[in-house]
């Protein structure tokens, strides 16, 4: 069987930084000498080529721009490599793993997010594991054809769904969790993947890529005595087109009027408003309270199990495709690139 041929798409973040032996500080790797710094990736059977961004950026500074950068990255080298592998400051990884799985239609081809908490030249760095086990996972095919077939993330020997995954820790090296599905793959003493688990995409569709996101949308986290001139602020704004509201437990808020009213008003303006929980896992299920049965009687979407990162980017992108208003909770509610159970 041929090589496979891997693409490393450098964005920036910990993972590509090095320390100057003579000054301590953090400079940017130079990926044309992977191998020199690295040399157990002669030990994968694979081509591996890299593009960098120009400026490595640090994933504080992450938009939409960035995100249709790299999806132009991989459609323009699609044909000519097998999997692509994303190198990308954890802070925001899960926002960019969420919005590439919606960007990227009919992916019949792995990309894995991964990045580290350490850098990669620093003594007791995760960036060698987290790396040389992402690019092993886009090289599985069976027959040439690849194994993993979506957006993954790859972090401390667990692949997850990217748009299934929160950054749960600053500090240690578990960084991630996906607390609503399984892990896709482990990595231990065996490459061990959870076949049945991995997205099967629609056959013999060509890649699509949505470029067209709507960024005028927001977060609001529901905090008890949240007031009614902020609620207003937001809601009342001419730009904002779309609403992550995130609720307490299965879907729960306030039953005061005035909050149920500038809800009201906001869907019959034709705000989208999408209810998440605040929990680090679990799903709305509105209607089960007395507290949640109002917001589904005045349209409120139900975000489900969705992460706040996946329903900020399925937000964006959804809005940004002119969805007909009155199928727009519909699509919303339905699965797209499973996101949600």
Known sequence: ???????????????????????????????????????ELRLLDCNIETISFEEPI???????????????II??????????????????MSYSASALSFILEN??????????????????????ENL??????????????????????????????????TKINAEHFEAFESLNYPNLAESGVNLN????????????????????????????????????PILEAVLRSK???GLVLETYGSGNATTEAWFIDLLNEAVKRGIYIINVTQCAGGSVNMGQYETS?????????????????????????????DINSLEFQSIFETSLRGEMS
Request: with cysteine; proline share 4%.
């Open 75 to 92: 459609k323009d080298n699609y044909k000519n490599f097998d999997g692509f592998v994303v190198l990308h400051g954890s802070d925001t």
């Open 107 to 128: 992916l019949a081809k792995p990309v894995i997010f991964t990045g580290s908490q350490l850098p990669i030249g620093d003594l007791r760095t995760d960036a060698k």
């Open 293 to 321: 049965s109002q917001l589904k009687e005045i349209g409120i979407i139900s975000g489900k199990d969705l992460t706040t990162e996946a329903a900020i980017t399925k937000l964006m992108y959804l809005i940004g495709q």
């Open 239 to 241: 730009l904002i087109k």
């Open 58 to 72: 640090d994933s504080s500074n992450i938009n939409p721009e960035y995100w249709c950068v790299i999806a132009d």
């Open 193 to 228: 993947v959870n076949k049945e688990y991995l997205l099967k995409p629609n056959e013999g569709l060509s890649l699509k890529v949505n470029k067209k996101l709507d960024t005028n949308v927001a977060i609001l986290k529901l905090f008890p005595g949240i007031s009614k």
């Open 1 to 39: 069987m041929k090589k496979q041929n891997i693409l490393l798409i450098y964005t920036g973040g910990t993972i590509g930084m090095v320390k100057d032996v003579n000054t301590g500080a953090l400079k940017a790797f130079d990926f044309n000498n992977l191998i020199q710094r690295i040399p």
């Open 132 to 165: 040389i086990t992402s690019i092993q996972l886009a090289t599985l095919n069976n027959n040439g054809i690849p194994i993993i077939r979506e957006v993954g993330l790859y972090f401390e020997y667990k692949l997850y769904r990217g748009n299934r995954t």
